[in-house]
């Protein structure tokens, strides 16, 4: 297991253009979150949610990786075997910014999953129109995205590494989706990234950085590779 935890949130990829659920007042792109990403509004309407992802999709092909993607990544080629990087986000900056073993807690905006037989494929930022799955055949597909409702099987290495990791950084995440605070209690040692303050939900970290990701990313790698280095 990792000596260091990295888990991201919305914040990392927000320099790089891609917009947060929480500052769009429950829309996003004109869309109703409740309708687009809960089991509910799949079962309501099938297709608008198909079209949704594939907007999402194809409006990450030409963000860029920002600096903060860069040095996670960096530090993780460093240290790969001290250092798990897990992310909430559905888009893949971190692995274009050279990132390797990205664990990614609610799925993947550029792969598709079958609904028939659990395969899970590429499809790039292309839309799913027309699509089937390669392993079955079906033609019940969908992306491959955590929506309220549905379980998120990744969560449980999100819990193994927090057993035996030694110094936990959450980066651009604010603590309302998963209880980041709760995981800093348990591994002892602790860095928060976020621009928005939380005096209850922030107390419980050890060291807080109130500034863009982009911004933080030298100090944070710098906290990094001390710890490792003076724990090696």
């Known amino acids: 297991m990792a000596k260091v935890v990295i888990l991201s949130g919305a914040g990392l990829s927000a320099e790089s253009g891609i917009r947060t659920f929480r500052e769009s007042d429950g829309l996003w792109e ?3 979150v409740a ?4 089991t509910q509004g799949f079962q309501a309407n099938r297709q608008k949610v198909l079209d949704f992802y594939d907007l999402r999709r194809a409006d990450i092909e030409f963000k860029e990786p ?10 993780k080629k460093r240290f790969p075997k ?6 909430q986000n559905v888009d893949n900056l971190l692995e274009r910014a050279g990132c390797p073993e990205v664990v ?7 792969d598709l999953r079958c609904e028939d037989c659990g395969h899970i494929f590429a499809v790039g930022y292309a839309s799913q129109n027309g699509l089937v799955c390669p ?3 079906s033609e019940l597909v969908r992306h491959n995205v955590v929506m309220f409702g549905e379980s998120a099987p990744m ?8 057993s035996d990791a030694q110094l936990l950084i959450v980066i651009g995440t604010s603590g309302h989706v998963i209880d980041t605070a709760y995981f800093s209690q348990l591994v002892g040692n602790s ?12 107390a419980a970290f050890d060291t807080k950085l109130y500034i863009p990701a982009t911004q933080a990313a030298a100090q944070i790698e710098k906290i990094i590779e001390d710890f490792l280095l003076k724990n090696s």
């Not at 309708?35 to 809960?38: A, F, N, Q």
């Not at 001290?82 to 992310?87: L, Q």
């Not at 860095?191 to 922030?202: F, G, Q, R």
Request: charged share 25%.
């Open 191 to 202: 860095v928060l990234n976020n621009i928005d303050v939380d005096e209850y939900h922030d």
């Open 135 to 137: 392993a079955c055949e």
């Open 35 to 38: 309708e687009v990403c809960s």
């Open 30 to 32: 004109e869309y109703d």
């Open 104 to 110: 990614h807690l609610h799925g993947t905006l550029t």
């Open 66 to 75: 920002n600096a903060a993607h860069e040095m996670v990544a960096r530090i």
């Open 155 to 162: 969560y449980r290495v999100l819990s193994q590494e927090l």
């Open 82 to 87: 001290d250092i798990a990087v897990i992310t």
